[in-house]
């Protein structure tokens, strides 16, 4: 997938210029770090069965040319029936609250009122997690697109729930990103974990 795309790229650039494509605009062009594709769709959920069961791991990619055939193909919002997730993780961070790098953080939610809305911040928010656009890269988990009768929404998964500064910096950033003006909220996955209610602890 990735030598294709990067193929129709180099190609592009060839004919631009009249002359055959170099060595260098032949490389798919590698990403700081790899990252994957999750899916959940509990559209039509197993009685009784736990958390988790129909989350699925689908693609790791490390290129630009393999997201964007991902993402064209399969991981737009507007693909998903109600009830489903798309999620893009760092790749070894698992979408969980028990994940080691997931559970002491919590996440930023932005609820998506429009349809088309939910599939442009997912896309603007996928291109700047993977162009490392935030200054505390490191304390990124993910991003979660969530399709629900009620309203659809997207929470980006943080680290550190409690180093509020860094939270912050990313919030303003994130609101930048998908061109947000109304407040958003962060909550705590512990606090998640122990009651059904959201609890805000920070806003921005
Ligand atoms: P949620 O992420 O708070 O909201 O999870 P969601 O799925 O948008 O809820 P909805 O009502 O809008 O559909 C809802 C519930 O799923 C939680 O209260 C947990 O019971 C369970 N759950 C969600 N997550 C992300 C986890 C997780 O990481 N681990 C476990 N064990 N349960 C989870």
Known sequence: MASEAAGME?????MESGAAPTEAAKQPHRLERKWTFWFDN??????????????RKAYTFETVEEFWCLYDQIFKPSKLPANADF??????????????ECANGGKWTVASSRKGNLDTMWLETLMALIGEQFDEADEICGVVASVRQRQDKLALWTKTATN???????????KEVIDVTDKIT????????RERSVKVRYNV
Not at 10 to 14: E, K, L, N, Y
Not at 87 to 100: M, Q, T, Y
Not at 164 to 174: F, V
Not at 186 to 193: L, P, Q, T, V
């Open 10 to 14: 180099s190609g592009a650039a060839g």
């Open 186 to 193: 962060y909550s705590f996955h512990d606090d998640s974990r």
């Open 87 to 100: 999620h893009l993780f760092k790749a070894g961070v698992e979408p969980k609250w028990e994940d080691p």
């Open 164 to 174: 509020e500064a860094a939270q912050m910096s990313i919030g303003r950033k994130w």
């Open 42 to 55: 509990q559209s039509k959920p197993k009685q009784g069965a736990a958390w988790g069961t129909s989350l």
